[in-house]
């Protein structure tokens, strides 16, 4: 089945329409109901288990660069069509013009902070090139620690170390270097890790962090937060869990988890059958890091948390392919504007 696959992917790439009519028979040929594809699909189901996983995903791989090639010869030929291309149609009205629309990771982002903003967090911004004290040591990743293994990091310079950074965490840093306590404030932005482009990972994504320190934070206040948060973003009926985790820089630490907003807990491929999707890492802060940064631990203490941007606004749209958002093809991103998301 492998080598099949591999035959037709080779078959799609150099395939070339001269017309319409071949377009339309490449159609039915590949994605047609007997299609190769389509027959693919149906042998795909005698498999044995062990093999699905790989092969599922080749097979779907192998659908989507079929559809886009098929859409990038249907633009070609519209484009070209039975007429010449005109570089400039100096006929057409110039109004109304189309006016755009934001990016959907913005929206979200800006969907994100505004939750925030209402619990009182105010937003807080730093730079996407770091030095290791404000990405790692701050932040209690001692050295030659296996938790520095946990981001793969691009690093500008060795000793000093300057990087560019693998979380939003850094800027808690910042944070508490230059602000006066209590501090209550979400940070989001951009980050980077050395990993393989694919429909879940990308070697540039965003998030958002946020820090709360002040006398007498408890765990209960960030479980109440998170609830908060989790029902404004997802829906009034989502549920919230946590699992106990480890990130260096909170003690204790725990991964959050929401029902599924898809299958609303029942099970569906997206959560795997479990009914919960993972959304976030969260924690005390840790009283080292307190130290660390100069804040008395015997007085303050505080929660922190951070989340993929990308993830949660997959999560919310039913997006498949991160990649998408970086694509920026105007059919996708006009959507979510449509929807009526500001
Ligand atoms: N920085 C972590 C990461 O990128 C996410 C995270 C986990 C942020 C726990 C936090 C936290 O503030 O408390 O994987």
Redesign the pocket.
């Known amino acids: 089945m492998v080598e099949k696959i591999q035959q037709l992917h080779a078959a799609i790439v150099a395939f070339r329409a001269a017309s319409r009519e071949e377009i339309e028979q490449f159609r039915v040929n590949f994605l047609g109901k007997k299609g190769s594809i389509t027959t693919l699909f149906d042998d795909f189901k005698s498999l044995p288990a062990g093999e699905k996983r790989t092969i599922g995903q080749a097979l779907n791989d192998l659908k989507t660069k079929a559809k886009e090639k098929l859409d990038a010869m249907k633009t070609t030929v519209e484009d070209t069509g039975d007429h010449p291309r005109e570089s400039l149609d100096a006929s057409r009205p110039g109004f109304p013009a189309r006016p755009g629309s934001r990016h959907p990771l913005s929206l979200v982002r800006n969907e994100i902070l505004e939750i925030f903003n209402r619990m009182g967090f105010a937003v807080s911004e730093g730079p996407e090139i770091e030095d290791d004290w404000h990405n790692f040591s701050a932040?209690n990743f001692p050295e030659e620690h296996p938790a520095r293994d946990?981001?793969d990091t691009f690093f500008a310079s060795k000793s000093p170390d300057i990087l560019l950074r693998?979380?939003?965490?850094s800027v808690?840093v910042r944070d508490m270097e230059s602000h006066p306590l209590p501090l209550r404030l979400v940070t989001p932005g951009r980050?980077f890790r050395n990993e393989a482009i694919s429909a879940r990972a990308h070697c540039i994504f965003h998030?958002v962090?946020?820090?709360y320190i002040d006398k007498d934070v408890s765990f209960a206040d960030l479980k109440q937060t998170l609830d908060f948060f989790a029902r404004e973003f997802f829906g009034p009926s989502t549920r919230v869990r946590l699992r106990p985790?480890f990130?260096p820089?909170?003690e204790p630490?725990?991964e959050m988890d929401v029902s599924c907003s898809l299958c609303g807990g029942t099970g569906c491929n997206v959560c795997k059958g479990t009914g919960w999707l993972e959304i976030?890492?969260?924690?005390m802060?840790d009283p080292n890091v307190l130290d660390l940064n100069g804040i008395d631990k015997e007085v303050y203490s505080g929660?922190?948390?951070?989340?993929?941007i990308e993830r949660v606004a997959m999560l919310k749209h039913g997006i498949r392919d991160l990649r998408l958002f970086f694509e920026n093809d105007v059919r996708f991103l006009e959507q979510f504007t449509a929807a009526g998301i500001q």
């Not at 976030?280 to 924690?283: F, L, N, Q, T």
């Not at 929660?303 to 993929?308: E, K, N, P, Q, S």
């Open positions: 932040l946990m981001q693998t979380h939003t965490s808690q980050v998030q962090e946020a820090l985790s990130f820089f909170t630490s725990a976030m890492g969260c924690g802060v929660f922190a948390l951070g989340m993929g």
